[in-house]
């Protein structure tokens, strides 16, 4: 069978106040035409699908055509809820999924046997796939309350639960002619960020070892992680990253879709299918002088300028660079020796001094924020 995976599509972002709907459009379009083209079995969104717990009209009309496009390649569709997913809000949705002949599961629900799904390929391959939704720490012990678990193994560590959990969906994976497949949204220890996840989501409590998978598994479609990657396990893992470059934390990732190939009893054969249709994101940095002779690539454009803090000084830069979303005085330049930059001895110091050591430290001249600050200060000093 052939398998189309995506993840971290995060319709609705809007990056530095700037809209990416368009983008969008022409990403999902691109993920639809990949699936014209190469005719899968099943497509598997591993969550994420939205940028917030409560998209616009616009947002959820976008996904929700996707996902019915995607389903009329002929395909079986499966998605599940990501971090930046409303899961309840998704499951509301399973009327209009079911009718669609789409598989949508938002949140954990009390019958475990409701995340495990079976299918048969046109060329009579049958499959199963265990698809976990997000859980967040408390509702990871309430899905294993929900399970049945004894009170004791409720007070495990979060891996432990997500490991609990994924044992009991995937209990079922010993049938040898079948092809056995899970799909999470989930971070897994030792895999690289993509540099525009939620940290709260990522950090360590939160992750989870690739041993939680089970070795009967022919492939395991993760989401959650925005760089396309291979995780090491027993069994072969994967994020198929996101097909667009949400952040300029991103901007080295390649924004692609992960194509599958695998039978019962044959390893799965992987390749990344590259994405291309939204705009890059790249980051600049210079004098305004040097910024105003280089070659602005076609891209959204983040702006380090190598000078001090004066007015005025972001708009020059917006005049030269109209796609810039983002301008901020070099780190670079503030942390260099001899940029005037120095530790401020706090103790019998007044705020007013404080203030005045930190603009110094700046290089920031403007004596107008000095004496903002004294007001604001006076004020709510009284």
Same mark, same amino acid.
């Given at each position: 069978?052939?398998?189309?995976? %995506?993840?971290?599509?995060?319709?609705?972002?809007?990056?530095?106040?700037?809209?990416?709907?368009?983008?969008?459009?022409?990403?999902?379009?691109?993920?639809?035409?990949? #699936?014209?083209?190469?005719?899968?079995?099943?497509?598997?969104?591993?969550?994420?699908?939205?940028?917030?717990? #409560?998209?616009?009209?616009?947002?959820?009309?976008?996904?929700?055509?996707?996902?019915?496009?995607?389903?009329? %390649?002929?395909?079986?569709?499966?998605?599940?809820?990501?971090?930046?997913?409303?899961?309840?809000?998704?499951?509301?949705?399973?009327?209009?999924?079911?009718?669609?002949?789409?598989?949508?599961?938002?949140?954990?629900?009390?019958?475990?046997?409701?995340?495990?799904?079976?299918?048969?390929?046109?060329?009579?391959?049958?499959?199963?796939?265990?698809?976990?939704?997000?859980?967040?720490?408390?509702?990871?012990?309430?899905?294993?309350?929900?399970?049945?678990? %004894?009170?004791?193994?409720?007070?495990?560590?979060?891996?432990?639960?997500?490991?609990?959990?994924?044992?009991?969906?995937?209990?079922?994976?010993?049938?040898?002619?079948?092809?056995?497949?899970?799909?999470?949204?989930?971070?897994?220890?030792?895999?690289? %960020?993509?540099?525009?996840?939620?940290?709260?989501?990522?950090?360590?409590?939160?992750?989870?070892?690739?041993?939680?998978?089970?070795?009967?598994?022919?492939?395991?479609?993760?989401?959650?992680?925005?760089?396309?990657?291979?995780?090491?396990?027993?069994?072969?893992?994967?994020?198929?990253?996101?097909?667009?470059?949400?952040?300029?934390?991103?901007?080295?990732?390649?924004?692609?879709?992960?194509?599958?190939?695998?039978?019962?009893?044959?390893?799965?054969?992987?390749?990344?299918?590259?994405?291309?249709?939204?705009?890059?994101?790249?980051?600049?940095?210079?004098?305004?002088?040097?910024? #105003?002779?280089?070659?602005?690539?076609?891209?959204?454009?983040?702006?380090?300028?190598?000078?001090?803090?004066?007015?005025?000084?972001?708009?020059?830069?917006?005049?030269?660079?109209?796609?810039?979303?983002?301008?901020?005085?070099?780190?670079?330049?503030?942390?260099?020796?001899?940029?005037?930059?120095?530790?401020?001895?706090?103790?019998?110091?007044?705020?007013?001094?404080?203030?005045?050591?930190?603009?110094?430290?700046?290089?920031?001249?403007?004596?107008?924020?000095?004496?903002?600050?004294?007001?604001?200060?006076?004020?709510?000093?009284?």
């Amino acid at each position: 069978m052939k398998i189309l995976h %995506t993840s971290d599509w995060h319709v609705g972002k809007v990056l530095k106040g700037q809209s990416r709907a368009e983008e969008h459009k022409a990403v999902l379009a691109g993920v639809i035409d990949i #699936a014209i083209a190469e005719q899968p079995d099943l497509v598997i969104v591993a969550g994420d699908l939205y940028d917030t717990a #409560a998209p616009t009209s616009e947002a959820t009309r976008l996904v929700t055509r996707a996902l019915t496009a995607l389903r009329r %390649t002929g395909a079986d569709v499966v998605a599940i809820g990501g971090n930046h997913d409303n899961g309840p809000a998704l499951d509301a949705l399973r009327p209009w999924a079911e009718a669609a002949g789409i598989t949508l599961r938002g949140g954990v629900r009390e019958n475990p046997d409701e995340h495990v799904i079976d299918g048969t390929t046109a060329g009579g391959e049958r499959w199963q796939l265990a698809a976990l939704p997000f859980l967040s720490q408390r509702y990871a012990v309430r899905a294993l309350e929900m399970y049945e678990l %004894t009170a004791a193994e409720a007070n495990q560590t979060y891996a432990d639960h997500l490991g609990r959990v994924l044992a009991r969906l995937t209990e079922g994976f010993t049938e040898p002619d079948r092809v056995h497949l899970v799909t999470a949204h989930l971070t897994v220890t030792g895999a690289t %960020t993509g540099g525009g996840e939620r940290d709260a989501h990522t950090v360590l409590g939160y992750a989870v070892p690739a041993t939680v998978f089970p070795a009967t598994a022919h492939y395991v479609a993760l989401g959650h992680l925005h760089r396309a990657q291979r995780v090491i396990g027993p069994c072969p893992v994967r994020y198929s990253g996101s097909p667009l470059a949400v952040d300029f934390g991103e901007q080295e990732n390649v924004p692609s879709v992960t194509v599958v190939e695998v039978t019962a009893s044959t390893a799965a054969r992987v390749r990344e299918v590259p994405v291309t249709a939204a705009s890059a994101l790249r980051t600049v940095r210079g004098t305004v002088a040097q910024l #105003a002779e280089i070659e602005a690539p076609d891209a959204w454009l983040r702006v380090y300028v190598r000078e001090q803090p004066r007015a005025g000084l972001r708009e020059e830069v917006q005049e030269l660079l109209p796609r810039a979303l983002e301008i901020r005085i070099d780190p670079e330049l503030l942390a260099a020796p001899g940029s005037g930059a120095r530790i401020a001895q706090r103790s019998g110091r007044s705020p007013r001094e404080l203030f005045a050591d930190y603009l110094d430290s700046r290089g920031h001249a403007d004596e107008g924020v000095r004496e903002l600050f004294d007001e604001l200060f006076e004020e709510v000093d009284h």
